[in-house]
């Protein structure tokens, strides 16, 4: 399976700024996804990372307050903008490598907003 | 919309004991299945799938078999180890396109196992 690489795993923001996350993956993929995951719950999809347009966001998620780019097959970042300490979760993002194959994740970047 | 039900944990087992999750499932269609593990500080592993009815998905002995009559995908390991000890999460995919392909997890289940 493809190896996901995420950057950073942690980090501790101040209320206010903002934060981007790097996801890059070592073979061309036809999706990638980025998920949001609170402490002790499960995994929430936030977008679907499009490559060359914009992501397609789930209920209750918007593009002002996460900002995603997929230049490429490759890479794509998640920005979590004008941050809160409602904000602390694990991000994580995932990967297709063709259609009916399973994602697979990468380690998940751990955010703490002070 | 497709859901997942989960056992829900904590579980706590002796070294060697005897492992269920049980999972089951609402969707339309026929879609795919996973578990996934998550250890400690890490992100989540595909452990097994199964694509289709009566498919057994194991992996690391670690089993689970697709039921489409009892909608069901029970996780089941014969002797669990102290390395096995994380937050299992069933999850599936719908068979079509658009919103239903999306991933659906459970709530995840945590698993300790003392020595």
């Known amino acids: 399976s493809a190896v996901i690489s995420q950057k950073p795993s942690r980090d501790i923001c101040q209320r206010g700024t903002s934060l981007t996350i790097q996801c890059q993956v070592d073979s061309q993929v036809t999706m990638m996804f980025w998920y949001r995951q609170q402490p002790g719950q499960s995994l929430t999809l936030i977008a679907t990372a499009n490559q060359g347009s914009e992501a397609t966001y789930e209920s209750g998620f918007v593009i002002d307050k996460f900002p995603i780019s997929r230049p490429n097959l490759t890479f794509s970042t998640l920005t979590v903008s004008n941050m809160s300490p409602e904000d602390s979760s694990i991000y994580l993002c995932s990967v297709e490598q063709g259609v009916n194959q399973p994602q697979h994740f990468g380690d998940g970047t751990r955010l703490s907003i002070l | 919309g497709n859901s997942v039900t989960q056992m829900e944990g904590p579980v706590t087992l002796s070294e060697e004991a005897f492992l269920t999750i049980n999972c089951t499932y609402t969707a339309t269609g026929y879609p795919s299945l996973f578990w996934y593990v998550q250890y400690p500080g890490e992100g989540l592993q595909l452990l097994l799938k199964?694509?289709?009815?009566?498919d057994k998905g194991s992996n690391k002995g670690f089993e689970a078999t697709y039921r489409k009559e009892t909608t069901s995908f029970h996780l089941e390991k014969g002797s669990v180890q102290v390395s096995d000890s994380a937050v299992y999460f069933c999850?599936?995919?719908?068979?079509?396109?658009?919103?239903?392909?999306?991933?659906?997890f459970g709530k995840g289940t945590l698993l300790t196992v003392n020595p």
């Open positions: 999850a599936l995919r719908g068979d079509s396109g658009g919103s239903n392909y999306k991933l659906t």
């Open positions: 199964a694509t289709k009815a009566d």
